[in-house]
Structures are given as C-alpha cells and as structure tokens.
C-alpha cells in the first residue's frame, strides 16, 4: 500500500493493481449463498485424455487456488486501509499524483461487495416477534 501511494513509476503502479490488489479482493469477495456454481470444466477435451485422473484433479485444483482470508472483510479493509491511505494529507502517506489511483481502488472494492440486506433493528424484530 506504501509503495502504490508513494511510487512516481506507473508501470509499477499498473503492476501493483493488476497483479496484487485487484486479484486479492476479488478473491475474497463474499459468496452469495443462492448462488450456483457453473459446470465444472472438462478437462479431457483439453488434453485429449492423455492424463491420469489423479494428474487431472491436480491440474483443476492449480486452476481453482485462490488466494482467500477466511476473515477479510472487502469493506472493512477499503474502508480502514485504502480510504485512510487515500484520504491522508500530502507529507503523511500519499503524494498528490497517487491519490486518484488510491480513490480508485478504494471504489473498485466497493463495487465488488454484493449489496447487503439491512439488518432489523430491535423494535423491527419485536415486531416480527409479535406477529409470529
């Protein structure tokens, strides 16, 4: 995060993006549960068959990793890390030229979080409560 908000190189700018902060949120994006999942891909129509079954599992285990943190909460982390990275005065953390990319990163996770239905508060739940 240090060196995404300090660099003066935009390779290494891109790089950090595309290689590191874009692939670690969007593997930790919560799942929706009524979601399902597509066909699984088969693998014999790419090798023809040559491979064992064990090699075959091995290779769709390589495809499937993902990087995720049971406990990393997307909003949490843009809301602590990114935005505080972001929105830090000039001399603490964050020079003016990286500012927009921090801002942007810190919008690109919050569009990867699914819209959460708001909780009942308690008068709402007594409410529920009674009508049961």
Do not use: C, W
Request: avoid cysteine; proline fraction near 4%; charge should be negative.
């Amino acid at each position: 995060m240090h060196t995404l908000a300090n660099t003066e190189s935009s390779i290494l700018k891109d790089r950090l993006t595309d290689s590191i902060f874009h692939p670690l949120l969007q593997s930790n994006v919560t799942e929706d549960s009524d979601s399902e999942d597509s066909e699984p891909e088969d693998l014999r129509a790419v090798d023809g068959g040559k491979l064992s079954k064990k090699t075959r599992k091995e290779v769709r285990a390589l495809i499937n990793q993902k990087f995720v943190f049971e406990n990393m909460n997307i909003l949490m982390y843009a809301e602590n890390y990114i935005f505080k990275v972001a929105s830090a005065p000039h001399g603490e953390g964050v020079t003016d030229s990286n500012r927009e990319i921090m801002y942007q990163l810190y919008n690109f996770a919050l569009q990867l979080e699914p819209d959460k239905k708001p909780e009942l508060t308690f008068s709402e739940r007594m409410l529920v409560n009674r009508a049961r």
